[in-house]
T-cell receptor
Framework: KAGVTQTPRYLIKTRGQQVTLSCSPISGHRSVSWYQQTPGQGLQFLFEYFSETQRNKGNFPGRFSGRQFSNSRSEMNVSTLELGDSALYLC??????????????FGPGTRLTVL | SQQGEEDPQALSIQEGENATMNCSYKTSINNLQWYRQNSGRGLVHLILIRSNEREKHSGRLRVTLDTSKKSSSLLITASRAADTASYFCATDGNNRLAFGKGNQVVVIP
């Protein structure tokens, strides 16, 4: 069974630009969650999608958005990039999502650098 | 705010020794999970313990959960150089996973 894949793996953008990151979950998994990881703040929850609906959202500004397609693939978008958005963005998939006693399977992450 | 808080933050041990990490949390949980991360890569799930469980084993891993103290511990026995990684606890409550800051473990061959 293929694992969670994320594209691209590395990305360099400049302030003010926007970026779209992609995540393909494990086949059969309906939940995709996104996290931002930085040395200062650690791992922070961005949002979770389940069956194309955003089920939960963390404390991030509206510049961070996402969506999920009918095949469970998910994208997250960050508009008007700021230097502080430089981070490792991780997505995780699971069969039934958070709060359902099942483990999250993480992708390798997308390393975003904002210059 | 971070739900899980691991203690200690960094640990350096000799191969073959045991490593213990602790995690505390503040609110009620459905389960608590431990993950490992190697050098800025994705996280790997290690073990999940439900709120009604007190102890769980998986290979060289032993996890305990004390809901009255809102704390958990992860024990890695007979450590190997390949166990060098960051270890995170994550609490699953309110339909979201909240991660701690992580424990950096270095196993010296």
């Amino acid at each position: 069974k293929a694992g969670v894949t994320q594209t691209p793996r590395y990305l360099i953008k400049t302030r003010g630009q926007q970026v779209t990151l992609s995540c393909s979950p494990i086949s059969g998994h309906r939940s995709v969650s996104w996290y931002q990881q930085t040395p200062g703040q650690g791992l922070q929850f961005l949002f979770e999608y389940f069956s194309e609906t955003q089920r939960n959202k963390g404390n991030f500004p509206g510049r961070f958005s996402g969506r999920q397609f009918s095949n469970s693939r998910s994208e997250m978008n960050v508009s008007t990039l700021e230097l502080g958005d430089s981070a490792l963005y991780l997505c995780a998939s699971s069969r039934m999502g958070q709060g359902s006693d099942n483990e999250q399977f993480f992708g390798p992450g997308t390393r975003l650098t904002v210059l | 705010s971070q739900q899980g808080e691991e203690d200690p933050q960094a640990l350096s041990i000799q191969e073959g020794e045991n490593a213990t990490m602790n995690c505390s949390y503040k609110t009620s949980i459905n389960n608590l999970q431990w993950y490992r991360q190697n050098s800025g890569r994705g996280l790997v799930h290690l073990i999940l313990i439900r709120s009604n469980e007190r102890e769980k084993h998986s290979g060289r891993l032993r996890v305990t959960l004390d809901t009255s103290k809102k704390s958990s511990s992860l024990l890695i026995t007979a450590s190997r150089a390949a166990d060098t990684a960051s270890y995170f606890c994550a609490t699953d409550g309110n339909n979201r996973l909240a991660f701690g800051k992580g424990n950096q473990v270095v196993v010296i061959p």
